[in-house]
């Protein structure tokens, strides 16, 4: 459960699940159909698990609307999360970037923070990317301007003003995926 929770709206499909947990298909389709029917029955609980084509995806049951509703409108949901505050930095400092580089830089998938900024009007697609399979670049938008009160990307601290007690280290070195 812990893989669609991560996966958000994405969705994650069989042969991944497969993949990741070193299983066959078969034992992924015999464990989601388990944890669909236990997440039904549980009248506690307030997910389900859905399939959209091959994709399984963790969301709210619809029982739950209402009171969703109303804490979205209270303005308590109104906070950006430690994920999506690290995405919306990347994005400020290294823009134009794709999903994948912000992916790299961070060591975890993005894809549910970039769809929050973009829902929250912080960051926008801003064309393609010249490579195969040409992905969306990002870059802030004038909303993110007006929010944090500044005219040019100028204005945000230095990344060599961000300091550690080793000294000052560069937050957006390139990551390697190596054997590390």
């Known amino acids: 459960m812990a893989l669609l929770f991560v996966a958000g709206d994405q969705g994650i499909t069989e042969a991944d699940l497969s993949t990741l947990l070193g299983i066959e298909k078969s034992a992924i389709r015999q464990n989601i159909e388990q944890l669909e029917i236990k997440l039904q029955a549980d009248k506690d609980s307030g997910l389900q698990l859905v399939r959209f084509d091959k994709i399984f995806k963790l969301v709210t049951k619809s ?4 009171v969703l509703t109303r804490y979205f409108k209270s303005g ?3 906070k950006l999360s430690q994920a ?4 919306l930095s990347i994005v400020a400092y290294k823009q134009p970037i ?19 900024l ?3 009007k912080l960051i926008k697609e801003a064309g393609k990317k010249d490579v195969p399979g040409h ?6 938008t004038d909303y993110f301007y007006d929010y944090f ?11 060599e003003d961000f300091e550690t007690p ?3 280290i560069d937050l957006f070195d390139d990551v390697s995926m190596g054997d590390a």
């Open 98 to 116: 794709t999903r994948i580089e912000i992916d790299d830089i961070r060591g975890v998938q993005s894809s549910g923070s970039v769809n929050t």
């Open 118 to 120: 973009i829902a929250r």
């Open 166 to 168: 080793e000294g000052n």
């Open 63 to 66: 029982e739950f609307s209402d």
């Open 76 to 78: 308590l949901g109104t």
């Open 84 to 87: 999506a505050l690290e995405v």
């Open 135 to 140: 992905p969306n670049l990002y870059v802030v």
């Open 149 to 159: 009160g500044i005219k040019d990307l100028k204005e945000l601290p230095k990344i």
